[in-house]
């Protein structure tokens, strides 16, 4: 292996032998040879002695780890690594589904491959790239895609434009690596979905939510639901088949909203218990006193960087003291935070303070997190960016 060498200084090789998949620009001590933001690297302790190979990149992480053994990263090592979180996906019961047929395929750190998401709509793949490393081996990943799912895959999208380090020299333009297909309908528990991944948020859905959503299903019966920073409408879906006396969908994109109407038709001949509004979240929870029963509140992320943490809390505050405020007695409140930099503690202790603060008394029914194809490296716990409660407002 002819890799440009990353050395670290004395003391700086901990976390690597706890297995943790970063290195951070601190820690190095020298590099021997030339290297360019996105090439793999070899590195070594002090002493000279191999401790992992991964992609060099610009920044506060420095190295992403790709592997803890010597290994060339060449074709073979992409094709082993997207089989095995295949062959996980089709053991947990999500790949080659007829009930669902939308799943997440790559989950960065927690597949073993830092940087890259591969999401799976239904024959077509969509590719987002965090790493220049990863972004570079594009090609090599999409021709692992295609001989793993075969004629089962119609299109790879290339969705890494605005998610490649800003930094960098190499400007990504989304687009298809193969094949075309503008949007699609996936089916989730026997829900239907329109899906498009060139005009949507993330890969074009929110799959992280996939078990949350269906735990919805179960306090919906005969309830007034409010689902706010609703997107699509994936939960007000999921409260309309679990029998909810109306549901209510709010989001300030027009364009979500659209969409969301879209997606209860496609489910239910009858619409008459949804209506939806194109309104901001903060100003329509204003006026909801005692009407809703239950409250979904999952919003983008308050902050994505530590330095913004505590705006983000006061925001998550603010935000379920009017919700805590506003339901019914008996009511029950999903709430959530996608933000990876607010820790499960915080986020909880944030809740605890909007509790506290209406003075109603609040259990906690449900701890949450993300499912299964969006699984936790138990050596990088900075993955667990999902974090939920499901409270009881009495």
């Not at 062959?87 to 947990?92: G, Q």
């Not at 434009?161 to 996936?186: H, R």
């Not at 074009?204 to 299903?217: A, M, P, S, V």
Request: aromatic share 12%; charged share 25%.
């Amino acid at each position: 292996m002819n890799y440009p060498k990353v050395i670290l200084k004395s003391g700086k090789d901990q976390s690597l032998r706890r297995y943790h998949p970063w290195i951070f620009s601190g820690a190095i001590k020298k590099i021997i040879g030339t290297v360019n933001e996105g090439d793999v690297v070899y590195v070594t302790d002090n002493k000279d002695e191999f401790l992992a190979i991964g992609h060099y990149q610009i920044g506060s992480i420095a190295v992403r780890v790709l592997s803890f053994e010597e290994k060339e990263i060449d074709s073979n090592f992409w094709k082993d690594k997207i089989s095995k979180a295949y062959k996980l996906r089709k053991e947990f019961g999500l790949a080659e589904n007829v009930d669902s047929n939308v799943y997440r395929l790559v989950h960065a750190e927690g597949d073993g491959l830092p940087g890259l998401i591969i999401d799976f709509y239904n024959g077509t793949i969509v590719l987002q790239m965090h790493s220049i490393g990863m972004y570079l081996n594009r090609e090599n990943i999409a021709d692992a895609l295609k001989e793993i799912y075969g004629d089962k895959l119609n299109a790879i999208y290339d969705k890494s434009e605005s998610t490649i380090p800003f930094k960098s020299e190499i400007k990504a333009t989304n687009g298809y690596l193969y094949g075309e297909l503008g949007e699609t309908v996936v089916v989730e528990y026997g829900n239907k979905f329109k899906i498009n991944w060139e005009d949507g948020q993330k890969t074009g859905f929110f799959i992280d939510q996939r078990e949350n959503r269906k735990l919805l299903t179960n306090y919906s019966k005969g309830k007034n639901v409010l689902n706010v920073f609703g997107y699509t409408g994936e939960f007000s879906v999921y409260a309309m088949q679990g029998e909810a006396n109306l549901v209510h969908s709010v989001d300030s994109s027009h364009k979500a909203i659209d969409l969301t109407n879209e997606n209860i038709s496609l489910n239910f001949e009858d619409t008459s218990r949804h209506e939806a509004f194109a309104v901001d979240a903060f100003e329509f929870l204003n006026d909801i006193n005692n009407k809703y029963d239950v409250i979904i509140l999952d919003p983008p992320a308050f902050a994505k960087r530590q330095n913004v943490l505590h705006n983000a809390l006061q925001g998550y505050k603010k935000l379920n003291i009017k919700a805590i405020e506003k339901i019914k007695p008996g009511g029950i409140l999903f709430t959530f935070s996608c933000s990876q930099v607010v820790s499960k503690e915080n986020f909880r202790k944030s809740v605890f303070a909007a509790a506290a603060n209406t003075g109603r008394s609040v259990r906690i029914l449900h701890q949450l997190s993300q499912p299964v194809d969006h699984s936790v490296n138990i050596y990088h716990p900075e993955g667990e960016y999902l974090k939920g409660l499901v409270l009881y407002v009495e």
